[in-house]
């Protein structure tokens, strides 16, 4: 596949995504994908996602197999290993675009904002505990603004966090936009604008 830009990239999302709520998707033919993969992979997209069993991004956006990477970690927060992957995507890869998706209905994001006592789950609560700075001081609609916020601070990490995706979009070699997933009615909302440094 040719290089595509940040924009073809959001209009492929979108219309997949409006495929996969009608019912009418078209990156099926998983053996065809498979023959057309085998000897290496030209993702245009890196998607980091929830681990959310409702959350399959390659579904949800109806892309089948070996058009986009996906990096999948509780509450889509960030890691060394997630920054590691998304660093790959971007600069070995070179992918388009750079999706942080969160969504509806969020276990870890609800754990956060619950406070639920994880002193027996070390990894769980350090991971928790990342989300925590994105729960609003107002408590209306307070899941799903936490889940939105968070969005936006795994984005800010990313920046934060890795020099080379920061430079990559410096220098207009990739996008990173924000989208946020409803589990009730498979819709993506994207954010209106990309992420800057």
Not at 55 to 67: L, R, Y
Not at 133 to 141: C, G, Q, R, V
Not at 168 to 182: L, R, S, T
Request: aromatic share 6%; with cysteine.
């Amino acid at each position: 596949m040719s290089k595509i830009d940040a924009e073809q990239v959001v209009i492929s999302l979108k219309e997949g995504n409006e495929r996969y709520v009608s019912l009418k998707p078209i990156n099926t033919n998983y053996d065809k994908q498979i023959e057309h993969t085998k000897d290496g992979q030209h993702p245009f997209a890196a998607v980091l996602s929830c681990m959310d069993s409702r959350v399959p991004p390659e579904i949800i956006f109806d892309q089948g197999i070996g058009n986009i990477f996906v990096v999948r970690e509780a509450g889509n927060v960030t890691s060394p290993n997630t920054l590691g992957s998304l660093e790959y995507a971007v600069n070995v890869k070179k992918v388009a675009l750079v999706v942080v998706l969160g969504h509806s209905n969020c276990g870890a994001v609800a754990a956060a904002v619950d406070g639920v006592d994880l002193d027996n789950f070390k990894n769980l609560e350090q991971l928790v505990a990342q989300i925590k700075p994105a729960i609003p001081a107002s408590k209306d609609n307070v899941y799903q603004c936490t889940e939105k916020n968070n969005i936006k601070l795994s984005i800010a990490k990313i920046f934060k966090n890795s020099n080379v995706i920061a430079d990559a979009v410096k220098n207009n070699e990739v996008k990173i936009i924000g989208a946020y997933y409803d589990v009730a009615t498979g819709v993506v909302t994207f954010d209106k604008e990309y992420a800057t440094v």
